[in-house]
């Protein structure tokens, strides 16, 4: 099994671009760093099946019983992402097609079309033949399908797989028009074979048309996973079964709605902020990992939520136009902050750098410099202390907040024909996250219908799209006595992205106890003075009270003295909203006082600026993990033991510059 009860080390192995004489030179170093983990074969179709039905397993027969031997376990993966050149020269019309029609051609990866009958055909017959060879095999503890499903086309195959969804999804035509507003612009089809995916066009698309493409894309790759996870079930239905979810605004996947498709929610996570934000990046991608997670197998129902960080760069952060080498102990504290909420492990992409590739510069635990390097000695250390942490897992974390997430949200605000460019989801999520994240108040992401019974506070970050259920949900909430923080852009349209009329946000004005009037998007560059002393970017709106009071007002320009933050008594709870994109500053004092009025309080308040701090609370002891982010070490005030180190705190733990820390603490004392 996968989950022995350690904490997994690892990363992706690619022993087919080194010669045999390295494999076992790799097997002493994965014991030396303490890897118990490794994924193997994720590229490497072309090397197992090197012509049509011609299969050459002798030298991942020999990888397997090496790792095996060495105590290693292995995520085996089914090498779909990147289908062979014979592949692509006997099937053209399996290539992925752009929304302009320009066919692309092997020589990267992911050069495929999931709607493709050949391409099916192909990927279930090497993951078939895979799972009748090694299924049974000791070294095999997971299957890792494909790689980071995400890849969409506009070919002949996808056009009439696209319809075929459409008609399951809608069932008549009179439906589609009316869900997609085709009498604008003489849109209105009278016939299913009019429909074609949303192709390049003259000017802008119809959202609804491109809202359920996404959707399309998203159940699609969904069913050609399950069709390769339910051969590999058939064979060895012990070994569990995942993929590696890929986080963007551009993957057409609705990750929450995959987990219960799969054993173990496995995400790849690379942030691309070299200040702190790249801490706030990893926090996040966490939270939602731990949210989707939560929506797995119901025989996972009552259990703490697991998910496994299965890949993540030792020693780069991958930002803009470079790559930034990481400063020493920062790998450490993206692994455990990952680990601290909710994740089986740290692992990597990947065990040893390549010498060539398009990926030769990518980061790895065994860099071009070899073992003697520091990023490999800190792999070493990293192994070592999630060795002394397994016990830290069996404890839930503590997040009294909720953030409401929805990818078809995130997808219909992408749309160019919003009133500006400037808004997105994932965004103003961030911001609302980055806010709870620097006033240490933990928070959980949910979907809109979860159970909302543990958390005070519920925040709603451009949650542009809302059902009649949706609508009930944040409603009883209130009533009910719970606290709410709408963002603005939140409730504007219906699941078809068709606007609310009646005044924003159309589906939450009688719990806010507004009406929106007009919206006044800003320049990129440009800002609102606020009268609480804050500033307010990327949009501002014109809004009337209709029973909400003024929590602050804007200063200024056409919106002077009108209301920027509000906040409105519901039942008997409390909602807030906000017409604007807060700065950091102002948007922490606004989260600070909302979790004050709904009785929320931040996870370590004594932890010093600079120290992120996230409670595991289990039902017989808690853990306090404490990364340092800062230069300096941090005093933290806290009692029991200090798991790293073996130490008896009695009054605060010291936790060293750039350094992490995690007590088990006293019952007694917290």
Same mark, same amino acid.
């Given at each position: ?12 192995? @690619? ?20 890897? @118990? ?39 085996? +993966? ?72 995400? =890849? =969409? ?23 589609? @028009? ?13 016939d299913w074979a009019h429909i074609s995916t949303p192709r390049a066009t003259q000017y802008l698309a119809n959202p609804g048309h491109l809202l359920d493409f996404r959707r399309f894309w998203s159940d699609t790759l969904l069913a050609a996973y399950v069709e390769q996870r339910d051969l590999l079930k058939a064979v060895n239905p012990a070994i569990p079964v995942t993929t590696n979810y890929v986080l963007g605004d551009w993957v057409p996947v609705d990750h ?17 902020a070299v200040d702190g934000g790249a801490e706030e990046q990893t926090a996040l991608a966490a939270d939602l990992a731990r949210g989707w997670a939560r929506h797995g197998a119901p025989e996972r129902a009552g259990r703490p939520a697991t998910w496994l960080l299965m890949e993540s760069a030792a020693n780069q952060i991958h930002t803009a136009g470079r790559m930034h080498t990481k400063e020493p102990g920062r790998m450490a504290r993206h692994s455990l902050s ?123 970050? +451009? ?133 004050? +009025? +709904? ?28 990364? @340092? ?9 806290? =009692? ?31």
């Amino acid at each position: 099994m996968w989950d022995d009860g350690r904490l997994c080390h690892g990363g992706d192995y @690619n022993p087919e671009q080194w010669p045999a004489a390295t494999w076992r030179e790799d097997v002493a170093l994965m014991r030396q760093a303490r890897v @118990n983990l490794v994924t193997v074969g994720v590229f490497a179709w072309s090397r197992l099946e090197p012509a049509p039905g011609r299969y050459e397993f002798g030298w991942l027969d020999e990888v397997l019983d090496l790792l095996h031997d060495g105590g290693i376990r292995v995520a085996l +993966a089914t090498p779909t992402a990147s289908p062979p050149p014979w592949f692509s020269q006997a099937h053209p019309d399996s290539l992925p097609v752009t929304a302009d029609g320009v066919r692309l051609h092997h020589g990267s990866r992911d050069t495929y079309c999931a709607a493709a009958p050949a391409y099916r055909a192909a990927a279930r017959g090497i993951a078939a033949t895979l799972a009748a060879r090694y299924a049974h095999h000791p070294a095999v503890a997971m299957w890792h399908v494909h790689n980071e499903y995400g =890849t =969409t086309c506009h070919c002949p195959h996808a056009e009439a797989a696209f319809r075929r969804w459409l008609t399951a999804r809608h069932g008549d035509l009179h439906t589609l @028009n009316a869900a997609w507003a085709t009498s604008f612009w003489s849109q209105h089809y009278a016939d299913w074979a009019h429909i074609s995916t949303p192709r390049a066009t003259q000017y802008l698309a119809n959202p609804g048309h491109l809202l359920d493409f996404r959707r399309f894309w998203s159940d699609t790759l969904l069913a050609a996973y399950v069709e390769q996870r339910d051969l590999l079930k058939a064979v060895n239905p012990a070994i569990p079964v995942t993929t590696n979810y890929v986080l963007g605004d551009w993957v057409p996947v609705d990750h929450a709605r995959w987990a219960s498709e799969v054993d173990l929610v496995a995400v790849d996570h690379y942030p691309s902020a070299v200040d702190g934000g790249a801490e706030e990046q990893t926090a996040l991608a966490a939270d939602l990992a731990r949210g989707w997670a939560r929506h797995g197998a119901p025989e996972r129902a009552g259990r703490p939520a697991t998910w496994l960080l299965m890949e993540s760069a030792a020693n780069q952060i991958h930002t803009a136009g470079r790559m930034h080498t990481k400063e020493p102990g920062r790998m450490a504290r993206h692994s455990l902050s990952h680990v601290a909420r909710g994740s089986r492990g740290a692992m990597f992409f990947q065990w040893r750098a390549p010498l060539g590739g398009a990926e030769r510069f990518h980061s790895a635990l065994v860099p071009h410099a070899g073992p003697d390097s520091r990023v490999f000695r800190e792999s070493v250390r990293l192994g070592e202390t999630l060795d002394r942490l397994a016990e830290a897992t069996a404890g839930e974390v503590a997040a009294p907040v909720a953030l409401a997430w929805d990818a078809a949200s995130g997808w219909a605000l992408r749309h160019p024909g919003m009133p500006s460019d400037l808004p997105d989801q994932h965004d103003e999520l961030a911001a609302a996250h980055r806010a709870l994240w620097r006033t240490g108040y933990g928070c959980d992401v949910v979907l809109p219908g979860d159970p909302l019974d543990r958390y005070r506070l519920l925040v709603l970050p +451009a949650l542009y799209l809302a059902s009649d259920a949706t609508v009930d949900w944040v409603r009883d909430h209130v009533e009910a006595g719970g606290h709410l923080l709408v963002t603005y852009l939140s409730g504007v349209a219906d699941p078809h992205a068709r606007v609310r009329p009646g005044g924003y946000p159309g589906a939450f004005r009688d719990v806010l106890g507004i009406r929106v009037e007009e919206f006044h998007p800003l320049a990129a560059d440009e800002q609102v003075l606020l009268s609480d002393g804050g500033t307010g970017r990327i949009w501002s709106e014109t809004v009337h009270l209709t029973g909400a009071e003024a929590s602050c007002a804007y200063v200024g320009g056409v919106l002077d003295g009108r209301p920027a933050v509000t906040r409105h008594r519901y039942g008997a709870g409390t909602a807030w909203y906000l017409s604007t994109r807060p700065d950091d500053d102002t948007y922490r004092r606004l989260v600070t006082e909302a979790a004050r +009025a +709904a009785g929320v309080h931040p996870v370590c308040p004594d932890a010093p600026p600079g120290v992120e701090a996230v409670r595991r609370q289990g039902p017989e002891a808690s853990w306090l993990f404490l990364l @340092n982010h800062t230069d300096r070490p941090q005093r933290v005030p806290v =009692t029991g033991v200090e798991l790293l180190t073996g130490t008896v705190v009695a009054t605060a733990v010291t936790v060293p510059a750039g350094g992490v820390a995690v007590v088990r603490e006293d019952p007694d004392g917290r």
